[in-house]
């Protein structure tokens, strides 16, 4: 059974964001949720990583860059807590409770994946955050 604020947030992502590729945890929940935004949203299979269960944040911050051999404009990686709350509270600079499903949208100003991994040359802005299926910002 799908949780309400997945069937939500899965929603609120295909009416309203393009993902170009998604970027997931290969642990069985999180893949789960992978193939059902990615039958939603047409796009490609998602890209399996073991290293993102229970990763920290920089982990998660260089996954685009450490698992693609292209250079897709908008990526959503799914992932586990803490370490994807904590990205997200430290991209936003601001606390966020990042529950199960929760979806943080960010600017990033960068040409490339690989520049996020220089923490210094990124700027993030959150234009989105989706919790519960709805969204708060």
Same mark, same amino acid.
């Given at each position: 059974? &799908? /949780?309400?604020? *997945?069937?939500?947030?899965? /929603?609120? !992502?295909?009416?309203?964001?393009?993902? $170009? *590729? !998604?970027?997931?945890? +290969?642990?069985?929940?999180?893949?789960?949720?992978?193939?059902?935004?990615?039958?939603?949203?047409?796009?490609? #299979? @998602?890209?399996?990583?073991? +290293? *993102? %269960?229970?990763? $920290?944040?920089?982990? %998660?911050?260089?996954? @685009?860059?450490? *698992?693609? $051999? #292209?250079? @897709?404009?908008?990526?959503?990686? &799914?992932?586990?807590?803490?370490?994807? +709350? =904590?990205? !997200?509270?430290?991209? +936003?600079?601001? %606390?966020? #409770?990042? &529950?199960?499903?929760?979806?943080?949208?960010?600017?990033? $100003?960068?040409? %490339?994946? =690989?520049?996020?991994?220089?923490? =210094?040359?990124?700027?993030?802005?959150?234009?989105?955050? &989706?919790?519960?299926?709805?969204?708060?910002?």
């Amino acid at each position: 059974e &799908i /949780m309400p604020s *997945l069937v939500g947030s899965e /929603m609120c !992502i295909r009416d309203r964001f393009e993902i $170009d *590729l !998604i970027v997931s945890s +290969s642990a069985a929940r999180t893949a789960q949720t992978a193939e059902i935004v990615a039958t939603e949203c047409r796009i490609t #299979s @998602p890209i399996y990583s073991r +290293s *993102l %269960y229970l990763a $920290d944040a920089n982990t %998660y911050r260089n996954a @685009p860059a450490d *698992l693609l $051999d #292209s250079n @897709p404009p908008a990526v959503l990686v &799914i992932g586990h807590n803490p370490g994807i +709350s =904590t990205l !997200i509270n430290r991209w +936003s600079e601001q %606390y966020h #409770s990042v &529950i199960p499903a929760s979806v943080g949208v960010f600017q990033l $100003d960068v040409e %490339y994946w =690989t520049d996020v991994a220089q923490p =210094t040359r990124i700027a993030a802005t959150l234009t989105h955050f &989706i919790s519960g299926g709805k969204f708060q910002q």
